[in-house]
């Protein structure tokens, strides 16, 4: 089993088999667009356009689970996104990543990679860590998403390959992308 086993629905409803991406190198991305971490969105931007020719791609799933920070409906996100953004990679409908109610493909994505941790070298890191903590107490020993913007990796073979949480140097991502792209 791997991500190619998985369908979707894109921001227009329709189904999407994430097999149409076969030999590209994905990262699969939750966010939200009222978040802290929404001007993440320039950065990745920046590289989908930097990596998109040799393979690469970026799918967003719009998700309102942490503290409906992805309020409206997925056209209004889409347009938010466009408008504010210029974001030009696949957006997909809004879905659900934990609990009872979570994407048949993030229930998988955390299967093959858990939480590994927060890297805590600075006082905003700390202080984003103390804040999950207060919406999910053993966040630590748990492989649920910690909030908007957590990232998966996917290499050319459909296999996940790293998880990246929020606070991740998105420097770091863009190194991994353009070494999975190379092979």
């Known amino acids: 089993m791997n991500v190619y086993d998985f369908t979707v629905k894109n921001a227009n409803g329709d189904d999407v088999s994430l097999a149409d991406y076969k030999g590209t190198v994905l990262l699969i991305n939750n966010s939200a667009t009222r ?62 990543v934990n609990g009872p109610n979570a994407h048949p493909l993030y229930q998988y994505l955390k299967s093959q990679k858990g939480f590994a941790g927060f890297e805590m070298d600075n006082d905003e890191v700390r202080a984003f860590a103390q804040m999950v903590a207060q919406f999910d107490p053993d966040y630590k020993n748990n492989s649920e998403i910690k909030w908007n913007f957590t990232k998966f990796l996917i290499n050319k073979q459909g296999d996940v390959v790293a998880r990246y949480e929020p606070t991740a140097d998105l420097l770091e991502i863009q190194d991994a992308v353009d070494r999975l792209v190379r092979e």
């Open 35 to 96: 978040c802290g971490f929404t001007p993440q969105y320039d950065q990745l931007q920046a590289m989908y356009e930097m990596y998109h020719d040799q393979g690469f791609t970026i799918l967003d799933f719009p998700c309102n689970q942490f503290a409906n920070q992805a309020p409206g409906t997925i056209e209004e996100i889409v347009n938010f996104c466009d408008a504010t953004f210029g974001l030009t990679f696949p957006m997909f409908d809004k879905i659900e």
